[in-house]
């Protein structure tokens, strides 16, 4: 992810860019909760980090700047920027560094992509999977609940017919 902040300024009434003083602490976390980041950054950076857990993770941004500041009506604005999977790359880098052509270079990207549809799938998997057991588990609570009001409904005429009988008998009718 990339970030940017910028600070308000009364005087100018605008958003400024940041002052290098303020900084910003990333916090990701994964969907159990486990910390899979925690960096200090300065008021502009980038963070970037691999997830081996699928589902949804939350990333927080906590700026450093002093509290009072904000409360005494400071307002800081936070650009974010998220990329995920083989976008993240940055193709000319990786083929300046180690030395690539034009054709090995393509052949990279193609595997990075061919990768990330993999990924892509097993998470439809694993979310497919999830869908059916909670499809199930709800098939069956309904298959209980209409067993139970069967059972209640024929009870209930059960003894609507003994209490009319005795009825009857009762005054003589019968």
Not at 12 to 37: N, R
Not at 98 to 119: A, G, S
Not at 126 to 147: D, G
Request: hydrophobic fraction near 35%.
């Amino acid at each position: 992810g990339n970030y940017k902040t910028q600070l308000w300024d009364k005087q100018a009434e605008t958003f400024l860019p940041s002052t290098p003083g303020l900084g910003m602490h990333v916090e990701v976390k994964d969907p159990d909760g486990k910390v899979i980041l925690s960096r200090q950054y300065g008021s502009e950076g980038r963070f970037t980090f691999t997830s081996h857990t699928p589902g949804e993770h939350q990333i927080c941004l906590h700026s450093n700047s002093t509290r009072m500041s904000l409360f005494a009506g400071g307002k800081l604005r936070v650009h974010l920027d998220i990329q995920i999977g083989e976008h993240t790359n940055n193709y000319p880098e990786i083929a300046a560094k180690d030395k690539l052509t034009e054709l090995q270079l393509r052949v990279r990207q193609l595997l990075d992509q061919v990768e990330q549809i993999q990924k892509e799938q097993n998470y439809q998997r694993y979310r497919e999977e999830r869908f059916r057991l909670t499809s199930e588990s709800t098939n069956q609570r309904v298959l209980w609940w209409s067993i139970a009001q069967t059972l209640i409904l024929i009870l209930t005429g059960i003894w609507q017919m003994r209490h009319l009988k005795s009825f009857f008998e009762a005054k003589k009718l019968v």
